[in-house]
């Protein structure tokens, strides 16, 4: 027998069909309807005219001047084609017919649809939406949504068989619900392949949501004349009367099913799936009815969406309620991998699956339908290469790993929650194969008349096409699946971390610290290099020179280092006195005077970021244009606290050259106005007067603390430290000993800048040894880590030899450099020139 391949009705073009259902007749008329250019073969005999061409006749003439000047009124009000004009019940003059006319523009045509009008059930569309709507309006769950709407919908449409049809991520379909006859088998829980339902049938479901088959062996009236003066065919896509695929036909009928009616559910713009009705007599709907059907859908959909919507948000608070739990029980525990061992089998609570493991320091422990344990090592290898810390979720392990086909039946998906940053501990939650969950609804050796294109056009071959694609495969794991992981992640780290704190004093919580550090750490590294992907990004002046490019965004990074030290200080924050202090100690070598006057406060790490990069643009502004530009210029800082415990900023210049607006807004502009209230909540108010620049800043006292002084003022005034002197690595030669390659690049520049004969750099302790034992340099900067060893023993060499070194660290204090009878400077990553060079210039004064 022969057989089909269904993805060739991917290239059927479905909405050109050239021809109608028997149950009504079409006209196709100019966009204004006047004069009829193609008809349907039956459009004379269906309408009871003597004349059978009605092509070329003005449609007035043919149907009479009342109703085409009905249908002209029912085109104006119709907008798009998916809802056309409709007119009930129409008796036409010309032959004292009475029809159900619908008519829509497409394409430039008007296109008219007759069905014969019956005087039975109720008048209006309006009446049976009226019923179905108000039935359902008790419903609370999608479930009770989509099991009460198929009992309804065949109590009022007296189809034999009504079902909701889901479709999944894949494009495939589920029967979710069913109501039928009987005497009729089961397609409740029946599973069917994506290519039953092509491509364009599926966009055409979105376009035009309502689609009736009358008669699934019934004739079809072709369209006359078949092409039009430019050589295309009708597009029917929105026609109710386009007539069907015949593979589509095909497959109704080896069902026994003689005539059918869906109705598209579209959720947030998507296919969701369709409500199909199936009868085994032909069965043509009312206008009304379908109409109707229409409505219904429609408001399926929006109540649906709207049920599975209350659905997840009620999941996630028993999630929330799930994971709090957790945490409480939590509180006393010391025993970690007993306490989760414990608490495996609940976690399908959280997360619907078959079973769970949990891979904790080596050791596999599980509940329920897991893989076998010798096939652990290769799948923690497969987890190994997710980046750490990452959720890992697949449907068919078998993608990552094949010999996993081999335990599918138990555990074909998996969804993996790392306990840590080091890729060994896991907690697992598996799905078994999809098939395995799967049974066919009716009896089993139910057979089905084959039609000429073969078997696979029957619901049993489609079943089984559909179990072949999803072998190996379980059910996908859900986007609020996946959140409701990563909250997982979050509450069983906290688990680990309290179980850390727990420990002795002295492993337990350093040990649990580092954790969150690493995390903390991850969050602020994101955010600093947003920030700094902003600074380098915004866009700068044509005529601004590549060097004063690079000194901008050099000093703006200097105040995010600067920023990011303070972040570490402790509980209270950056000190807002230090942060002024440092600065504005760059602009004092003119001689000019500042003053700084406020009672001590500090800001917490997100806000010293923030007001460090504003500060920093004020103070370039004022040493670039304002008065730290001239030697008669002065500078007054000031802040005091609100009533409402704010911090009140004011920066006050005067005695340099006139102010005025700038003509444009740059980068700094815009930061120093904008950055405080955007990302603080607080006020940036910037004014130009004449004799100099005052800005106003207000930060929040949400991100403020006021040590016990905080009502005494203090007042300081900068005076400026010359440097004076040749640079300290002139005509010298440099050890830099640095693992990191981009770091050593940018410091060799510094030191090649501030003049030194030749820069050697070195990335490990043994090749810095080597270079003291062959040609020891004249000065040496040493990075203090170097991944897993340190520059102590290099530092301790060059302190023997009396050879002047300075240690660069990114620590914030002194507990991570060599111990060495040897007092030597430290400059602090990320450095400048100017901070380097002070260090070496120290250096080289320690010898003296």
């Given at each position: 027998?022969?057989t ?12 050109v069909?050239g ?41 007035e ?53 007759f ?16 019923t ?17 709407a ?6 009022i ?48 479901y ?11 062996s ?21 026609s ?14 080896n ?12 959720v ?18 009312t ?8 409505i219904?859908?429609?408001?399926f ?10 659905q ?25 991998a ?21 891979l ?44 996993a ?14 306990l840590?940053?080091?890729?060994r501990d ?46 190996n ?35 337990g ?17 994101k955010?600093?290099?947003?920030v ?16 004063t ?42 001689g ?21 990069l ?58 120093v ?10 006020g940036?108010d ?15 006292a ?7 002084a ?5 007042t300081?005034a ?10 300290p690595?002139?005509?010298k ?28 750099i ?8 080597g270079?003291?034992?062959r ?13 897993a ?18 240690f ?14 040897h ?9 400048s ?10 250096a ?5």
């Amino acid at each position: 027998m022969a057989t089909v391949d269904l993805t060739n009705c991917d290239r059927e073009p479905i909405h050109v069909p050239g021809s109608i259902q028997t149950h009504g007749c079409l006209l196709v008329c100019d966009e204004g309807a006047v004069v009829i250019r193609r008809q349907s073969a039956n459009a004379a005999s269906f309408l009871g005219l003597p004349e059978q061409n009605l092509v070329g006749r003005k449609l007035e003439e043919v149907l009479g001047g009342t109703p085409v000047h009905e249908l002209r009124n029912a085109l104006s009000r119709s907008g798009e084609p998916s809802r056309p004009g409709l007119m009930p019940r129409v008796t036409l003059a010309t032959t004292s017919r009475t029809f159900d006319i619908s008519v829509h523009r497409f394409k430039g045509n008007a296109i008219v649809e007759f069905e014969l009008a019956t005087p039975e059930g109720p008048a209006s569309p309006l009446e049976f939406a009226r019923t179905l709507v108000g039935r359902l309006s008790h419903v609370r769950t999608p479930r009770e949504l989509i099991e009460s709407a198929a009992r309804l919908l065949r109590a009022i449409l007296q189809y034999d068989r009504v079902m909701i049809y889901q479709f999944a991520a894949d494009g495939s379909g589920q029967v979710v619900s069913e109501a039928k006859r009987s005497d009729l088998e089961s397609f409740r829980g029946q599973h069917f392949p994506a290519s039953d339902i092509p491509q364009q049938a599926r966009q055409l479901y979105l376009l035009n949501p309502i689609r009736l088959v009358s008669d699934a062996s019934g004739a079809r009236h072709p369209i006359e004349p078949v092409l039009d003066e430019t050589g295309q065919p009708l597009d029917m896509t929105y026609s109710h009367l386009r007539s069907v695929s015949p593979i589509h036909c095909e497959y109704l009928r080896n069902m026994g099913v003689a005539a059918s009616m869906s109705v598209s559910i579209i959720v947030d713009g998507a296919l969701w799936g369709l409500i199909a009705c199936h009868h085994y007599t032909p069965r043509a709907m009312t206008m009304n009815q379908r109409i109707a059907a229409e409505i219904f859908g429609e408001f399926f959909a929006l109540q649906l969406g709207i049920l599975t919507q209350k659905q997840k948000l009620e999941a996630g608070d028993r999630a929330r309620g799930f994971l709090q739990d957790l945490l409480a029980s939590s509180v006393h525990t010391t025993d970690l991998a007993a306490f989760l061992r414990s608490h495996l089998s609940s976690f399908p609570q959280l997360v619907p699956c078959d079973g769970v493991g949990l891979l904790l320091d080596g050791t596999w422990s599980s509940w329920g339908r897991v893989p076998p344990a010798d096939a652990l090592p290769e799948l923690a290898a497969v987890l190994g290469q997710v980046p750490p810390g990452a959720v890992f979720a697949t449907s068919s392990v078998s993608e990552e790993m094949p010999t996993a086909r081999a335990f599918a039946a138990e555990a074909a998906g998996v969804l993996a929650i790392p306990l840590s940053q080091l890729p060994r501990d896991y907690l697992l939650l598996f799905r078994r194969e999809l098939v395995q969950t799967v049974e066919w609804g009716g009896d089993p050796s139910k057979t089905y008349t084959s039609g000429p294109l073969g078997d696979r056009l029957t619901p049993r071959q489609s079943f089984a096409v559909w179990k072949q694609t999803v072998e190996n495969r379980s059910l996908p794991w859900t986007q609020v699946e996946l959140d409701l992981a990563e909250s997982a992640r979050g509450a069983l780290i906290e688990v680990v971390l309290r179980q850390g704190e727990l420990l002795s004093e002295e492993r337990g919580k350093t040990e649990a610290r580092q954790k969150m550090l690493n995390q903390e750490l991850n969050h602020r590294v994101k955010n600093i290099l947003s920030v700094i992907r902003s600074i380098v990004s915004y866009p700068v002046q044509d005529e601004t020179a590549i060097r004063t490019y690079v000194q901008t965004i050099q000093g703006r990074i200097d105040a995010l280092s600067l920023a990011h030290d303070q972040a570490t200080l402790g509980v209270g924050g950056g000190a807002l006195r230090e942060l002024f202090e440092a600065e504005l100690a760059p602009y004092l070598g003119n001689g000019q005077r500042i003053a700084i006057a406020g009672p001590p406060a500090a800001l917490e790490p997100r806000a010293f970021s923030v007001v460090a990069l504003v500060i920093h643009e004020l103070a370039t502004n004022a040493a670039k244009y304002g008065a730290l530009s001239r030697e008669s210029g002065r500078l007054a800082v000031e802040w005091a606290r609100s009533a409402m415990g704010d911090c009140l900023i004011t920066w006050r210049e005067s005695g340099g050259p006139p102010v005025s607006p700038p003509e444009r807004t740059g980068f700094g502009s815009a930061l120093v106005s904008r950055s405080i209230p955007f990302d603080l909540g607080g006020g940036s108010d910037i004014s130009f007067e004449p004799t100099g620049v005052v800005a106003r800043l207000t930060i929040p006292a949400r991100f403020l603390s006021w040590p016990a002084a905080a009502q005494a003022s203090e007042t300081s005034a900068l005076a400026a430290i010359p440097e004076g002197g040749p640079s300290p690595v002139q005509g010298k030669s440099v050890l830099l000993l640095e693992d990191q390659f981009l770091i050593a690049m940018d410091v060799e520049e510094m030191l090649l800048s501030m003049g030194a004969a030749r820069v050697t750099i070195c990335a490990s302790v043994a090749e810095a040894v080597g270079l003291l034992e062959r040609d020891p340099p004249d000065i040496a900067v040493l990075d203090v880590n170097l991944g897993a060893e340190t520059s102590e023993e290099v530092a301790r060499r060059l302190a023997a030899a009396r050879r002047p070194f300075v240690f660069a660290t990114g620590y914030d204090d002194g507990s991570r450099l060599p111990i060495i009878d040897h007092a030597a400077p430290v400059v602090r990553k990320p450095y400048s020139v100017a901070t380097l060079s002070a260090a070496l210039r120290q250096a080289l004064q320690g010898l003296v």
